[in-house]
């Protein structure tokens, strides 16, 4: 196997499903050979930032040529009373945006669909913006991409921020 996009998915699947760990995963790519090992080892890089899909690590190439912030991956995201709202693929903790990697994979079922528009709502009641974007668009549209994301994130940083705080889960 050599194509990153099917690696991520390989490594980041357990830990998104709290299989195992990345540090547990990091230990077991150090007992291996490192000959071939050089695309795992950048993989699990950017799953070590909390990168959960191949989609997400998708996202995260793209946004590097944006300009802005570094987000946090996967944060999860609390109200002001503590309770927790969801966890956004892509956070800017400084003006509480979220960019969400929406792939037809992950919610293609109706339980995932409906609990992907509940934290979409959620996310919304508590005055966060959400800017969707599927998967395919960062590969057809980088451009337009990349051109909402930055507009979304100055609409989002002329308002006050909301009362809401997150927390890294990586």
Not at 56 to 83: H, I, K, M
């Amino acid at each position: 196997m050599r194509d990153a996009r099917d690696i991520t998915e390989m490594l980041a699947d357990p830990v998104q499903r709290a299989l195992c760990t990345v540090a547990q995963l990091s230990a077991e790519l150090a007992e291996c050979n490192r000959r071939g090992s050089a695309t795992p080892r950048r993989v699990l890089t950017a799953v070590s930032t909390g990168i959960r899909s191949a989609a997400e690590r998708d996202a995260q190439r793209l946004w590097r040529r944006s300009g802005l912030p570094e987000p946090w991956w996967n944060a999860a995201v609390f109200d002001s009373g503590g309770t927790l709202l969801g966890v956004a693929d892509a956070w800017f903790d400084e003006i509480a945006f979220a960019w969400e990697i929406n792939s037809y994979m992950w919610h293609l079922n109706p339980e995932a669909y409906a609990r992907e528009q509940e934290k979409t709502a959620l996310f919304t009641a508590a005055g966060i913006p959400v800017l969707p974007t599927q998967p395919t668009r960062l590969h057809v549209a980088p451009d337009d991409v990349l051109r909402e994301l930055c507009s979304a994130y100055q609409h989002a940083a002329l308002r006050p921020r909301p009362a809401v705080r997150a927390v890294r889960t990586s």
